[in-house]
């Protein structure tokens, strides 16, 4: 089944403890991004990558790193999490950045830093 | 770069009726425009989407209309039913490598 796995689907962390929710995908998708959503706020981007090796900034990168290896894989690490950094948070993907191509969403990590 | 506003933010109806979701966008170059719909505990997914050469498109309850010229495209539901209450987000897109924007979401439900 054609699918963005991520994990943990729930976390609970404590602030400055590095953290990493991985994601995964299985359509051989060269695009992948990150998102946060927030109440009032939407869906946010934080990173994407057009492709291994290649990640850019999205509108709230702060506090955030990725890392894009092999096509499929695309994690998140929170090198030192704070409280403002609660959230669920999804990552995407599809066949390239381009209009017309349909995101595929995985089903979200929902994350506490205490 | 572009900005999406996207309206109302919560939206109740009766089932049976319609129901309208609006958004507008800022920059006149954008040329696609999806809404994906986000069902409780779940990533969004895409429901139906517009190029800005077509004014309007329709997938069975659903429908969506562009207004190039004053920048703006609507979600239209009609005969509503309970598994329509979920967030939607409209978004756009520019041509060329440039991310989808998205609106902040309306919540829709539907009551019985």
């Known amino acids: 089944e054609a699918q963005v796995t991520q994990n943990p689907r729930y976390l609970i962390t404590v602030t400055g403890k590095k953290l990493t929710v991985t994601c995964s995908q299985n359509?051989?998708?060269?695009?992948m991004s990150w998102y946060r959503q927030d109440p009032g706020l939407g869906l946010r981007q934080i990173y994407y990558s057009m492709n291994v090796e290649v990640t850019d900034k999205g509108d709230v990168p702060e506090g955030y790193k990725v890392s894009r290896k092999e096509k499929r894989n695309f994690p998140l690490i929170l090198e030192s999490p704070s409280p403002n950094q609660t959230s669920l948070y999804f990552c995407?993907?599809?066949?390239?950045?381009?209009?017309?191509?349909?995101?595929?969403f995985g089903s979200g990590t929902q994350l506490s830093v205490l | 770069g572009e900005n999406v506003e996207q309206h109302p933010s919560t939206l109740s109806v009766q089932e049976g009726d319609s129901a309208v979701i609006k958004c507008t966008y800022s920059d006149s170059a954008s040329n696609y425009f999806p809404w994906y719909k986000q069902e409780l505990g779940k990533g969004p997914q895409l429901i139906i989407d517009?190029?800005?050469?077509?004014g309007e498109k329709k997938d069975q309850r659903i429908a969506v209309t562009l207004n190039k010229t004053a920048k703006h495209f609507s979600l239209h539901i009609t005969e509503t039913q309970p598994e329509d209450s979920a967030v939607y987000f409209c978004a756009a897109s520019l041509s060329g490598n440039t991310p989808l924007v998205f609106g902040k979401g309306t919540r829709l439900s539907v009551i019985a």
């Open positions: 517009i190029r800005s050469n077509v």
């Open positions: 995407a993907s599809s066949l390239s950045l381009g209009p017309g191509e349909k995101l595929f």
């Open positions: 359509m051989n998708h060269e695009y």
